[in-house]
């Protein structure tokens, strides 16, 4: 569904003049709309209606999307089946509130659940002279809870707010709160802030980016799987945030050495998420993730801090080269694993400087490797080696291979990824 059509729904939805009250139990056709409303519009649509109004800076579409969402969280459709008591309900429905008023103070601090069509007379007040450092404190206070149902609805809400630029603004207002698994939404804040050019985020605070910093690490130290990917996830947004936070990552040794480290685990989930990791780092200023016009140039010292980061990676966990290593590694037959090693592939080869080109020809046998079609098994795989062969051949630095070479490349992108599986596949109907 597109956003145009989005937004219909969500006007039709709202005409019904349904509106979060203060009753913990919905009514039964409440829901039944709720159901199929979320039929029509899943919550991502939602979450991408918010970013449109952001973007637009329309406040009045802004407060509309999020009362959407709040009505939605709020829903006995998502909650009653999940938590079985009603102080959690409560919660939940506190929690909402908190975050509305922190998106609505600079807009409307009338009322908690504004409805600009259809305002009710249950819709709970707000003091508009409250305070919006204390309804950052509400918020975190919430995260504080130790029911697991509640948190997941709460934290599963903020990271999504948080993608918009009014989001951000807000919230980057409040005190810092890291730990557990909000450090992932503090490094999404970080690298959507420093996108939005929103000035109150900054990581130049040195007790901010120790803080968050510092918590990263505790997470690595984790014997938990789950704990060392969100650190790590945490490190990628935060190092593709600018070239200063990349600068400040990689004064901190340890942690990269410890991040780095993590390549050679020998659970598979955290090995994979270390390779795509330092490639969403390698990507953040390439083609990849940005306009043309937006790529720094190739004079420009993020270069030499990504090509450092890449060898960094096999110096300081296998004693070997870095393409020697991705390159081992992908001789084992894990999916996960092969995906992850191309991601980091078609990053350095879509780097806007020499060295990606260079450090690609230093290991011999990798373009004959790139063109020979029967090392994938699966769709996946053959779709990320081909992205690898895309980035080579949109390099501006492609004129560093020999002709020949250049042409069978050329020639192998023509075939797309599945040239090789389609020919198996009809020699084999042949054979029947």
């Not at 009753?23 to 709720?34: M, P």
């Not at 204390?134 to 948080?162: G, H, R, W, Y």
């Not at 909000?182 to 929103?198: M, P």
């Not at 090509?307 to 990676?313: G, H, K, M, P, T």
Request: aromatic residues 8%; proline residues 3%; negative net charge.
């Amino acid at each position: 569904m597109d956003i145009t059509a989005a937004w219909q729904e969500v006007a039709r939805f709202q005409e019904t003049g349904i509106t979060t009250s203060a009753h913990i139990y919905g009514q039964e056709q409440d829901n039944a709309l709720v159901h199929e409303f979320l039929k029509k519009v899943p919550f991502a649509t939602l979450f991408a209606c918010l970013q449109d109004a952001s973007d637009r800076g329309s406040n009045k579409e802004v407060q509309r999307a999020c009362t959407m969402a709040i009505i939605l969280i709020s829903s006995d459709l998502l909650i009653s089946n999940n938590m079985s008591n009603c102080h959690a309900k409560i919660q939940v429905k506190q929690a909402c509130k908190c975050i509305n008023r922190v998106l609505s103070s600079g807009i409307d601090g009338s009322s908690l659940f504004f409805q600009p069509d259809h305002p009710r007379k249950q819709d709970l007040p707000v003091s508009a002279g409250l305070a919006q450092e204390k309804n950052a404190e509400q918020i975190l206070d919430c995260l504080d809870s130790t029911d697991p149902l509640f948190l997941m609805n709460v934290v599963d809400l903020i990271p999504e707010v948080c993608r918009t630029k009014i989001g951000v603004e807000y919230v980057s207002k409040s005190d810092p709160f890291v730990g557990g698994n909000v450090i992932r939404l503090v490094g999404e804040i970080s690298a959507t802030a420093a996108r939005s050019n929103i000035e109150s985020w900054s990581w130049s605070d040195a007790t901010l980016s120790e803080a968050f910093l510092e918590t990263v690490e505790r997470k690595m130290q984790s014997s938990d799987a789950l704990d060392q990917i969100a650190a790590m996830d945490a490190l990628a947004a935060f190092g593709s945030t600018s070239d200063k936070e990349l600068l400040l990552l990689h004064q901190h040794q340890r942690i990269c050495q410890k991040w780095l480290h993590f390549s050679t685990s020998t659970k598979l989930p955290v090995k994979a998420n270390c390779f795509h990791s330092v490639a969403l780092v390698l990507g953040a200023h390439t083609r990849l993730s940005k306009q043309p016009d937006e790529v720094p140039k190739e004079d420009e010292g993020v270069w030499s801090m990504y090509e450092r980061l890449f060898n960094s990676l096999g110096a300081e966990c296998a004693q070997q080269s870095t393409m020697v290593l991705l390159m081992n590694t992908l001789k084992q037959p894990f999916e996960e694993l092969r995906t992850s090693v191309f991601h980091v592939l078609r990053s350095v080869a879509a780097q806007n400087n020499s060295w990606g080109m260079r450090v690609l020809l230093s290991y011999g046998g990798f373009f004959e490797f790139l063109l020979d079609r029967t090392t994938e098994a699966t769709k996946d795989t053959r779709e990320w080696k081909f992205a690898v062969l895309d980035a080579v051949i949109a390099s501006p630095f492609q004129s560093k291979l020999d002709e020949s070479l250049q042409e069978k490349l050329k020639a192998s992108l023509r075939q797309g990824p599945y040239a090789k599986a389609a020919a198996l596949a009809e020699m084999a109907l042949e054979s029947v």
